[in-house]
Nanobody, 121 residues
Framework: QVQLVESGGGLVQPGGSLRLSCTASGSIFSINSMGWYRQAPGKERELVAGITRAVSTNYADSVKGRFTISRDNANDTVYLQMNSLKPEDTAVYYC???????????????WGQGTQVTVSS
C-alpha cells in the first residue's frame, strides 16, 4: 500500500511564506512525476506545480515567480515553497504522485489527504 502524507499548511498573512512537504511511503518501486494541486471553496481542483523525476518543472501562471517546487528523490519527498502569498492562494493543497508499486508493473495516481492553506490578515 502506498501513502502520501502532507505537512506544512496553516494560516499566514498576505505577503508571507509557507513550505509544504509531501512524503510517499509504502511499497514503492519507483516514483515518476510529483505535483501539487489546490482546491478553493466552490472551485475545481487545479494544478499548482509539477515536477518530473528528471526535475523538469511547470507552474500555473498565477503562481509563477512566487512558488517553487522541488523534490528529494532519495527520500520520496516533494516540496512547495510558497512566497508572497495572496488571499487568493487560500485553498486545500493536495500532493499528487504517479507511482509504481513494488507489487506490480502498473503506474497509479496517488493523492495526499490535503492540507489547508489560509492567507488572511
Amino acid at each position: 500500500q502506498v501513502q502520501l502524507v502532507e505537512s506544512g499548511g496553516g494560516l499566514v498573512q498576505p505577503g508571507g511564506s509557507l513550505r509544504l512537504s509531501c512524503t510517499a511511503s509504502g511499497s514503492i518501486f519507483s516514483i515518476n512525476s510529483m505535483g501539487w494541486y489546490r482546491q478553493a471553496p466552490g472551485k475545481e481542483r487545479e494544478l499548482v506545480a509539477g515536477i518530473t523525476r528528471a526535475v523538469s518543472t511547470n507552474y500555473a501562471d498565477s503562481v509563477k515567480g512566487r512558488f517553487t517546487i522541488s523534490r528529494d528523490n532519495a527520500n520520496d519527498t516533494v516540496y512547495l515553497q510558497m512566497n508572497s502569498l495572496k488571499p487568493e492562494d487560500t485553498a486545500v493543497y493536495y500532493c499528487n504522485a504517479v507511482i509504481r508499486s513494488s507489487r506490480g508493473p502498473m503506474w497509479n495516481n496517488y493523492w495526499g489527504q490535503g492540507t489547508q492553506v489560509t492567507v488572511s490578515s
